[in-house]
């Protein structure tokens, strides 16, 4: 097993996006893989509808992510619920990673800020 390589000071967050991302496999796998690499994550965070939230509700509740339910009013609303929390969190604290668990290359922006 490799030691846990987060050199910086800071929480390391895991944002899900539930839409995309929904099978529980690949949920805790995404979170074994970011501790493996970068150590505890105390920030887990899924959005998503009500629907695909709950599909994942196990999963999320045994890794204790918390569920950030979105009401699906228009396209893209849950990944911009998702880029809004990443930038707060990221100017509210000093984060040493952000990963972020989707399907979708709509994130591409947020990443490369």
């Known amino acids: 097993m490799n030691a846990a390589r987060n050199t910086h000071n800071g929480p390391v967050a ?3 996006d539930a839409d ?3 099978s529980p ?3 805790a796998q995404a979170l074994h893989l970011l501790q493996q690499s970068d150590g505890p994550v105390s ?3 899924a959005y998503g509808s009500a629907e695909n939230l709950k599909g994942l509700a196990p999963v ?3 890794l204790a992510v918390r ?3 979105n009401l699906p009013l228009a396209k893209n609303t849950t990944d911009m619920m998702l ?3 990443a930038m707060d969190l ?3 604290q000093q984060l040493a990673v952000v990963a972020i668990g989707t399907g979708d290359a709509d994130f591409a922006p947020l990443v490369l800020r």
């Open 14 to 16: 895991l944002l899900l």
């Open 20 to 22: 995309n991302l929904s």
């Open 25 to 27: 496999e690949l949920v």
């Open 43 to 45: 920030i887990r965070r």
């Open 60 to 62: 999320l509740r045994e």
């Open 67 to 69: 569920p950030c339910v």
């Open 83 to 85: 880029a809004v929390d």
């Open 90 to 92: 990221c100017a509210q």
